[in-house]
């Protein structure tokens, strides 16, 4: 059974996908009461050993109590970072003891993917990742320091690459085509809002709960990280990075 970790779980719709596709998953979650509820939620799959629940926030050090800050308008951005959710409605914090990458690795062992979504933190899983301990597959959600992290992997034995717009699950080079453009536009003049679920590869994901199909059925061709990156400063330069990203990488 291949082993994937899932940090930043939020409500576990990410980790209910591994789980349905047979994967182990550790979930990590520093908010205590969206592990709690995950407890309940995936109580079969934790008694049976299938997912391991570990109620910790990422960080360069482990056992430490830092403060997580939650957010009123979207428990999903809350967030370590004070300046991640300043203009968030920041309700109230939350004490939560911290852990490494590294750490997990070695009490959980190597992961076949590591999912990244923590709200600014996502530097603390991947820069300390090296070419002895690297999982097969990664993603982290784009944010100011992108180019240090895709050159980091890069330099570490990831050869291919992928932008993932997590607003449709559409790869950058994928987004702009005009059949996607032209569904969209139909929507808006029947009435409609952006869809709340998108259909891939068979199975549908929720929007702002799913991080979408994992790297290796996900949409698009793989690029270099010279390609992603030039691709990705082009389109920035016009404006044209809607909504928000996830870079895959393997």
């Known amino acids: 059974m291949l082993l994937i970790f899932d940090i930043g779980m939020f409500d576990g719709a990410d980790t209910a996908y591994y789980l349905s596709e047979g994967y182990k998953v550790i979930a990590v979650e520093a908010n205590i009461n969206l592990t ?4 309940i939620l995936f109580k079969d799959e ?18 430490e109590e830092i403060t997580l800050t939650i957010s009123g308008d979207d428990l999903g951005s809350s967030s370590t970072i004070d300046n991640k959710i300043a203009h968030k409605n920041p309700l109230g914090v939350i004490k939560v003891k911290t852990i490494t990458i590294l750490e997990l690795i070695k009490q959980y062992g190597q992961p076949h993917f590591i999912k990244v979504d923590i709200e600014g933190a996502d530097r603390f899983c991947i820069l300390p ?18 180019e240090e992290l895709v050159k980091h992997l890069s330099g570490i034995g990831y050869t291919r690459f992928k932008a993932i717009n997590q607003c449709n699950f559409n790869e950058l080079n994928n987004q ?44 698009g061709s793989w690029q270099t990280s010279d390609n992603l990156m030039a691709k990705w400063h082009s389109m920035a330069a016009k404006n044209r990075l809607g909504g928000w990203y996830d870079i895959h990488a393997m």
């Open 36 to 39: 709690k509820k995950a407890e």
């Open 176 to 219: 702009e085509k005009i059949v996607f453009r032209l569904k969209r536009k139909m929507l808006h003049l029947l009435g409609y809002k952006d869809p709340a679920l998108v259909r891939k590869n068979g199975r549908f994901f929720k929007l702002d709960h799913s991080a979408g199909p994992a790297p290796w059925c996900s949409d």
């Open 46 to 63: 934790v008694a049976s050993g299938q997912l391991v629940l570990v109620n910790r926030a990422i960080s360069n050090n482990s056992d």
């Open 129 to 146: 990742l090296n070419k002895q301990v690297r999982p097969q597959y990664i993603s982290f959600e784009a944010g100011s320091d992108i």
